[in-house]
């Protein structure tokens, strides 16, 4: 298969961790005769210190005229420290999710058996947790009309969401669901938030479509107790943008790590992938960032194009590389592998075939999460 693949490395250790997901890349082209064109292009902080503006006109150019979009992170200290500026990082984000569509942002969050004593969790609360959550991504509060009082003593901020909207996502994660064990829970603010009942409406009759699926409801802040107290009990998460923003870096630290989970960003004719780590500028250049998060992108991105058995030779060989211990600070203090050093042994394990024979369900998570 031919791909062009943007790559977006962005800011902080974004370049550092997309460095090593393009080896692993590279490594499945030799191993299965694939040809993927990388074409680099700048985002962010990193675009703003160019031309001022966190998305360049030729940025998005070049990933509406690709085939997948590999994201790094983005943000910088300079502009998050500064209430004042009118102009984020992170709005080149925003903007290329309304541009290029991506209106489903999926989320697998999974636990490692070999890294249960990383979680801040009892092991009893974290044993057989793997769900995915399926977050809408280009609408709602984040997009809405946002206004300041003239003496800027007051704000506001409006949520929106049409019942296409809700309508568009919600199927993909109905069928999501009947992929895996078939349960399906609408996280809202229904009690209050009349957004929240529209969407309860719409998924609720979406629901009748598929007897399979078990549906059920759980308020926002409900959602975020059971979380931490039996994550185990969810299969597919289904919320609104905000909502999703936050469960989702909440579901992260009960792996253990930021460092572990990727994601991926779909629309119709477009996919974006990436990890759900921020940049992290305090380990900037010091080859200490955990690259996981971001190869496990680039299975997922393989995994869009329904490129299965290379998806888990990635999967195999990131599983092997946390079995033996070859991982980076934030899962094992005393560590002397670094970044690229990880990069190096996962994309040379990749052409390990004998590992095929001994494929678990562990090692397939991604697969039957991420296909749509």
Known sequence: MKLKIALLPGDGIGPEVTAQAVKCLQAVEETFGHEFEYVEAVVGAAAMDKSGDPLPEKTLELCKNSDAVLFGAIGDPKYDNDPDAKVRPEQGLLRLRKELGLFCNIRPIKVFPTLMEKSPLKKKVIAGTDFVIYRELTSGIYFGDKSVSADGTSATDVCTYTESEISRIA?????????????????????????????????????????????????????????????????????????????????????????????????????????????????????????????????????????????????????????????????????????????????ANIRDSEDYLILNKENIWLGKSTII
């Open 171 to 347: 199927h993909l994660a109905f069928k999501a669901a009947k992929r895996r064990r078939k349960k399906l829970t609408l996280i809202d603010k229904a009690n209050v938030l009349e957004s929240s009942r529209l969407w309860r409406r719409t998924v609720g009759k979406i629901g009748e479509s598929y007897p399979e699926v078990a549906l059920d409801f759980m308020f926002i802040d409900n959602a975020a107790m059971q979380l931490v107290l039996k994550p185990s009990q969810f299969d597919v998460i289904l919320t609104e943008n905000m909502f999703g923003d936050i469960l989702s870096d909440e579901g992260s630290a009960v792996g253990g790590s930021l460092g572990l989970l990727p994601s991926a960003s779909t629309g119709d004719n477009h996919a974006l992938f990436e990890p759900v780590h921020g940049s992290y500028p305090q380990a900037t250049g010091k080859d200490i960032a955990n690259p996981v998060a971001s190869i496990l992108s680039a299975a997922m991105l393989l995994d869009h194009f329904k490129l299965d058995e290379e998806s888990r030779a990635i999967v195999i060989a990131v599983l092997k590389s946390i079995k033996k211990g070859i991982v980076s600070p934030d899962l094992n203090t005393s560590s002397k592998y670094g970044t690229n050093h990880i990069g190096d042994f996962i994309s």
